[in-house]
């Protein structure tokens, strides 16, 4: 029973000592040293390119694609190509059987014969007419001269007739010329029909207007195809072509990124089903914006010599608005902002905070660049700052950028 009394003494006065410490803890026991200093999360002030960008999705387009039709009507004689063939600029597709053109062909044809044996009988009734008038002329000239040397020689009315002989001929040989005149008209009308002849009959050999891709084929082997100018019928194209060795991105850019477009820029452009990057360039842009959006249409051409790429992949770009080469920048959330300036908490050599006040330039979706108020090298606090006050000694951590909870547990 004295055991039992002892170890209830002893249990009490351990709890009762317990508490005491407890007690005494909290009532004033306090730590020294640094262990006492709230930890916070900084980062350094540094120097280095800020590059302010914008990432947009877009859509690959063909830089050419046209339906290919038919100048003239016909039928399909033979045709060279299908879908997926690679053809070359004035590469026939198809030829067409027009045989009514041919007919055409023939007769402007004979027409230029005809005219050409006309001109040929004209300069023959030509030197028949000059030789006649040169003789007649000739006679008359001399009759003339022995009436004048002697007169009452020549009877009047032989005078008269070797003059009206002269004239005569002379008409001729105008006649003849015109005849002459007419018959070369002629022949450069007929050449004129057979010139345009031939060129409706070039065609029927439908050719590729630029290098490209056979994306779809209309017709067959024996199709009629209507003459593609003509409004009062729908005709049907042979071949649709696309061209694949340069395509257009398209992608919506924003109104707050517009002012900074630029034509030329170079942009790199990264296609996900690639998993490749390429070069693009500023190409167009519609220079208004949608007002559903407030996006602006722009195209950026990227080169596809090989046809890696096709009509229709997504692709993302990054569109560099602004670069600034040598920068002083600290993480955006070290950037306290006010109604009338910002400022940012800066420690100290000794741990100190103290406030700030900075004057900003670029900004970036990270960084953002510091005017003035700041040295490279200084540390300043990430984040809210824990709810440190200048004035404050804490213990600094450089943490990396885009720390969401600055302070250290």
Do not use: C
Not at 194 to 213: C, D, K, Q, W
Request: no cysteine; net charge negative.
């Amino acid at each position: 029973m004295q055991r039992k009394h002892i170890g209830i003494a002893v249990g009490v006065l351990a709890v009762a000592a317990t508490g005491w410490a407890i007690l005494s803890h909290r009532l004033g026991a306090k730590p020294t040293g640094d262990d006492s200093l709230r930890t916070v999360a900084v980062a350094l002030v540094e120097r280095g390119p800020l590059v302010n960008s914008v990432k947009l999705s877009g859509e690959f387009r063909a830089f050419q694609q046209i339906d290919v039709h038919a100048k003239v009507a016909g039928y399909i004689r033979v045709i060279y190509v299908d879908v997926g063939d690679q053809v070359k600029e004035g590469q026939v597709l198809a030829i067409l059987e027009v045989p009514e053109l041919n007919a055409e062909v023939t007769g402007a044809k004979a027409d230029i014969r005809r005219s050409q044996d006309a001109i040929r009988r004209a300069q023959s009734e030509i030197e028949r007419s000059q030789s006649a008038y040169r003789a007649y002329h000739a006679a008359y000239t001399r009759l003339k001269q022995a009436s004048e040397a002697r007169p009452g020689l020549i009877a009047e009315q032989e005078l008269d007739d070797s003059l009206a002989k002269d004239q005569e001929t002379q008409a001729q040989v105008d006649s003849s010329r015109a005849a002459l005149a007419e018959a070369q008209n002629q022949l450069s009308s007929a050449e004129a029909v057979l010139e345009r002849l031939n060129a409706m009959e070039a065609y029927s050999h439908i050719t590729a207007p630029f290098a490209g891709v056979v994306t779809k084929r209309y017709a067959d082997t024996g199709s009629l195809i209507q003459a593609g100018t003509t409004s009062e019928t729908q005709s049907m194209p042979v071949v649709q072509l696309a061209e694949w060795s340069k395509l257009r991105l398209v992608v919506p850019v924003p109104e707050s990124a517009v002012p900074q477009l630029r034509l030329g820029t170079v942009v790199s452009v990264h296609v996900s089903a690639l998993n490749r990057d390429f070069d693009g360039e500023v190409a167009r842009f519609a220079d208004s914006l949608n007002e559903e959006t407030r996006t602006m249409h722009t195209e950026i051409d990227v080169k596809n010599p090989q046809g890696t790429l096709k009509e229709g992949m997504y692709a993302e770009v990054k569109l560099v608005l602004q670069e600034v080469k040598s920068a002083l920048n600290v993480p955006v959330q070290a950037i306290q902002r006010g109604s009338s300036a910002a400022s940012v908490f800066r420690v100290d050599a000794q741990g100190r905070i103290e406030e700030r006040k900075v004057s900003l330039g670029e900004e970036t979706s990270d960084r953002v660049q510091v005017l003035s108020g700041l040295m490279e090298g200084d540390r300043v606090v990430i984040g809210n700052g824990g709810g440190v006050r200048p004035g404050d000694k804490v213990r600094p951590k450089v943490v990396s950028e885009n720390v969401d909870s600055p302070e250290a547990p």
